[in-house]
């Protein structure tokens, strides 16, 4: 019975560094934002760090076991702070100077602190907090940064969102009735001697709010349309940071009620094929980029889910979707800020002809999505072989059947994206933005995306090694 | 040592990629010299090499990768991949050396095909089934962006097919690769750890499953009927040094692909599959000969005879699998012909594409009936196309035959039926006889007035793939005394 908040250090410094942009940008005058914007990635390198620290002592509980700190939360919590950061410099391109930047990247650590306690919560009630404070920043950011177009993508996401976070809630406080508990630990053994349908309803029910969070069928309506109708940066920071505490939290719960009835891995295992199938046919047609991103999102968190089949089963499982959730959140990023570089293209065909007059950005774009799809040696290709040995393993070979035939349906739509902007430029091709101005900054994410990417996917063994090191049973 | 070879065109394509001043010139030099430093490099690896013994490599590397999986960076040479390795130098230097006169974006062209030079030496040299995986779709990626980029005619649209048909092929692949591990104790993704535990050996329905999922990726590649569809329009509408490079050295891919994974690590299951694989041979012989008789594309000709010679390889190798008592010297004589066929075919085939390149680039059409009588204008052109042609279609005294000879040699003793593939060499001798006889032979007519004959580069190009088919051809124990021993332990290893 110990409090040890030393422990939740990462979140602390993300929060109050939330909190103290939030005050200081009001007395900060609107050419000086940009102080703020330090701050911000201050806080966030602060919570990586610490993160890191962390990972290298023991897994250890705090406040009386609500809460774990081992290899998948401080991985999550590394992940999610810098992907932040990544984010914070595609913001600098579409918010610097405008009216709500510093209420935005408050909004930001808010959000990415709900995500790091969602990634660590071994306590339902937890949980529920860290759905709530990661969600309702992000309403606030879609509709923020979104303009006109973003209002209607914001009350999706909100009502999606509000929807999901009673049906998470309603099922919590079914696990409840029935066990009189709330941690984890107490629940394996608990639920096993409850009813199992209405053990079916409370665990279904709570899989389908982090499923809205993550992005997954059946709660993934609101992804493509929040990509696209929202501002670059919103639409950066939710079809990536969220899905790194929701998958781990998916994780944690599957660990729980799957040791007893391994029939909640199959659930998972159709979870995951559904998304890969959905997510990829449906980005098929797109025209606009933003929004053929968000369906491919959908189709990734399908990949993600494919790893939580083997747990329990597979020693690769944990090591796997934490390392595809790296992997995936760096090229996830590399892709979204080549749009953010060129905010005006808003039709894959205007991409025409880019190769020869923005080569380095041509070039973190097809980095980006050849990683998305999973060329080796790009770091995605780790993750995606790695989960897919891992569901092999774990007794699920069709999953890998699976990820191999979505592998191919996706490389379609990517290739149709940079087989454009490699192909010969049209006449008009001056209608192709220049680089420079504040459009320099999300090119130069891009390319440390990219460059990001390749290096993960080189080095993996050195990343592996950390994350597998101990693997919570 | 063979890191340098692998990586060495590597670092110089990045480098040439990433400096915007390079000027034209200067990067159609960089892509010559280092391919003649690769074929220097290969050439003293050839003279320190001494043939490791069974299982064994030489050259040995090995670099812990992920060791989370049992993947590491892991290479080597034996006999089965020096003679590709050599046979790939020496391809992308004729290449290097055709491409000297090309002004469409000289230094990307460089930086891409040295992409590939890299990649391509790579997939012969692993040792790791993931390493290996790694080389063999970057090397899709690149051919890729060689189609679409200096591709002529429906270019776009058929480098598309081929990224999507090979990519399925490299996903099948990864499939069985994924579970060779699973299935592995301890597991792993080594190749020669794979070798010497067997795993599926007591296990036929998980060992057809797998077999099947590395075949079919192969098979893509190699590629063999039914996978064959994205192979015609691929050359028909690639550079003349993109269809030398898919033919001769990423269709090997394939072929190595069965010797060096496969076979010794799936024994039992390819013993068991060996009837289904030798039938999908003898088809790709008859049908890639038939398919090539009837085309008026002279490009599309050769595509398809790349399908029947692809076929000897899968037949003798389908052989390979019928154990029967008494035969391993049978067997190890088809092992050998097909190595030899490979790398024949790799020189051959890659002149023959460069030769009808040229047709592109003088007359822009590949139709065999817009020219007639082109030996007058052109001689030194008909007679490298004439020697090519021979060649190919299997004449004593030069490559193809000690190839065929082989093949057939060896797989008749243990599959008599292979008889019934005989006459895919003599419909391959019908259409190269019809095709020189249309081009060249007659008055001189139609495009044919006028067409410059072969100069200085071209000539320097071309020449030299055929001399090496010739020397082959003529001094055999160059090549064989590589191959050899190589292929007896891969028959005593399909044997266990």
Do not use: C
């Amino acid at each position: 019975m110990q409090m040890q908040p030393m422990l939740l250090l990462p979140e602390i410094i993300t929060f109050v560094g939330g909190l103290s942009v939030l005050l200081g940008g009001s007395f900060i005058a609107r050419h000086r934002q940009w102080i703020t914007r330090i701050a911000t990635a201050v806080a966030l390198l602060g919570a990586a760090f610490t993160a890191a620290l962390a990972m290298a002592g023991p897994p250890q509980t705090a406040f009386s076991d609500t809460f774990a700190v081992d290899t998948a939360t401080s991985a999550a919590r590394v992940i999610a702070a810098l992907t932040t950061l990544l984010i914070l410099g595609v913001a600098s391109g579409e918010l610097a100077g405008a009216p709500r930047e510093s209420d935005t990247y408050a909004l930001l650590l808010f959000a990415t602190t709900g995500v790091m306690i969602l990634a660590g919560a071994t306590d339902l009630l937890v949980l529920i907090a860290g759905f709530l404070l990661a969600s309702i920043p992000l309403y606030a950011i879609v509709g923020l940064t979104g303009g006109a177009a973003g209002a209607e993508a914001a009350m999706k996401t909100y009502f999606l969102g509000a929807l999901s976070g009673i049906v998470l809630m309603l099922g919590v406080t079914v696990l409840y009735a029935l066990t009189g508990d709330t941690g984890y630990t107490r629940l394996t053994q608990a639920l096993t001697e409850a009813p199992s349908a209405v053990v079916g309803v409370g665990v279904l029910s709570v899989l389908a709010g982090l499923l809205f969070k993550a992005g997954g069928i059946p709660a993934h309506f609101w992804v493509p349309d929040a990509a696209q109708g929202t501002g670059v940066t919103a639409a950066t920071f939710l079809t990536t940071v969220p899905k790194v505490g929701a998958v781990v939290a998916i994780y944690r719960l599957l660990t729980t009620v799957s040791a007893e009835n391994h029939s909640w891995l199959t659930v998972i295992a159709v979870l995951a094929a559904a998304s890969m199938f959905l997510g990829n046919l449906a980005a098929y047609w797109q025209r606009d980029p933003r929004r053929l991103l968000g369906w491919s999102t959908v189709a990734q968190v399908g990949f993600l889910l494919v790893p939580i089949a083997a747990t329990g089963r597979s020693d690769l499982a944990l090591p796997s979707m934490l390392f595809y959730l790296g992997a995936y959140a760096l090229a996830n990023i590399g892709a979204f800020a080549v749009t953010a570089a060129l905010p005006t293209l808003r039709e894959v065909t205007a991409y025409r002809g880019l190769a020869k007059f923005r080569p380095g950005l041509a070039m973190a774009l097809l980095v980006s999505l050849l990683s998305l799809i999973g060329i080796p040696p790009l770091a995605v290709f780790v993750g995606k072989f790695t989960t897919a040995t891992a569901a092999w393993d774990g007794g699920y070979g069709w999953l890998a059947l699976v990820v191999m035939l979505n592998t191919l349906l996706s490389l379609f739509y990517y290739l149709r994206w940079f087989g454009t902007v490699f192909s010969r430029p049209s006449t008009n091709a001056a209608s192709l933005p220049s680089s420079g101005g504040a459009t320099r900054w999300p090119a130069t994410i891009a390319v440390i995306a990219a460059v990001g990417s390749l290096g993960l996917g080189i080095s993996a063994g050195f990343f592996w090694d950390v994350l597998a090191r101990s693997i919570p049973s | 040592m063979l890191s340098l070879i692998v990586f060495l065109p590597l670092v110089i394509a990045t480098v040439v990629a990433l400096v915007p001043g390079i000027r034209p010139a200067a990067a159609r030099w960089v892509w010559v010299v280092i391919s003649a430093a690769e074929v220097v490099l290969v050439g003293i690896l050839w003279v320190g090499y001494e043939d490791p013994g069974p299982n064994k490599l030489a050259f040995d590397e090995q670099v812990p990768w992920i060791p989370g999986v049992n993947s590491s960076y892991h290479v080597g040479v034996d006999g089965l991949s020096l003679p590709l390795l050599a046979m790939t130098t020496v391809i992308f230097l004729a290449a290097a050396i055709y491409a000297l006169k090309n002004s469409d974006r000289p230094r990307t062209q460089t930086a891409l095909f040295l992409f590939l030079e890299g990649v391509s030496l790579g997939v012969f040299v692993s040792a790791d089934l993931i390493v290996f995986f790694v080389f063999f779709d970057l090397s899709i990626v690149g051919m890729y962006f060689v189609i679409a980029g200096w591709g002529h005619g429906n270019a776009a649209r058929s480098a598309l097919k081929f990224f999507l048909y090979t990519f399925l092929g490299s996903l099948a692949l990864l499939l069985g690769f994924i579970g060779l591990y699973v299935f592995s104790d301890p597991h792993t993704f080594d190749i020669l750890e794979l070798v010497a535990s067997t795993p599926l050996k007591n296990d036929p329905v998980a060992g057809g499953v797998v077999l099947t999922a590395i075949v079919v990726g192969l098979a893509v590649k190699t590629p063999t009927v039914p996978f064959h569809t994205w192979l015609p329009p691929a050359h028909t509408d690639a550079p003349a040094t993109g269809s030398a490079v898919l033919a001769g050295v990423l269709l090997k891919m394939g072929t190595y692909g069965f010797v060096r994974i496969a076979m010794p690590i799936l024994p039992e299951a390819w013993q068991n599959w060996a009837w289904p694989i030798i039938i999908v041979g003898m088809v790709s012989v008859l049908y890639g000969a038939l398919v090539a008789l009837a085309q008026s594309n002279l490009k599309r000709m050769i595509a398809y005879t790349s399908v029947n010679h692809m076929g000897y390889i899968i037949l003798a190798l389908g052989a390979v699998g019928l154990v029967i008592d008494d035969t391993a010297q049978a067997r190890s004589v088809a092992v050998t012909g097909a190595i030899v066929q490979m790398v024949s075919h790799g020189l051959i085939t890659a002149a023959l594409f460069l030769l009808a390149g040229l047709m592109q680039s003088r007359a822009q059409t590949y139709d065999m009936d817009s020219y007639g009588g082109l030996a007058a204008p052109a001689p030194r052109f008909a007679a490298l196309f004439a020697i090519a042609s021979f060649a190919s279609l299997g004449l004593p005294g030069l490559s193809g035959f000690i190839a065929e000879f082989q093949i057939f040699a060896g797989s008749i003793a243990v599959a008599p039926i292979a008889v019934l593939a005989l006459p895919g060499i003599l419909i391959t001798a019908a259409l190269f006889l019809r095709a020189l006889q249309r081009v060249f032979a007659g008055p001189t007519q139609g495009l044919s007035i006028g067409f410059a004959d072969l100069h200085g580069r071209e000539l320097w190009s071309i020449a030299p793939l055929l001399a090496l088919s010739l020397l082959i051809g003529i001094v055999p124990q160059t090549i064989l005394g590589v191959i050899e021993p190589a292929s007896a332990v891969l028959v005593n290893i399909v044997g266990r």
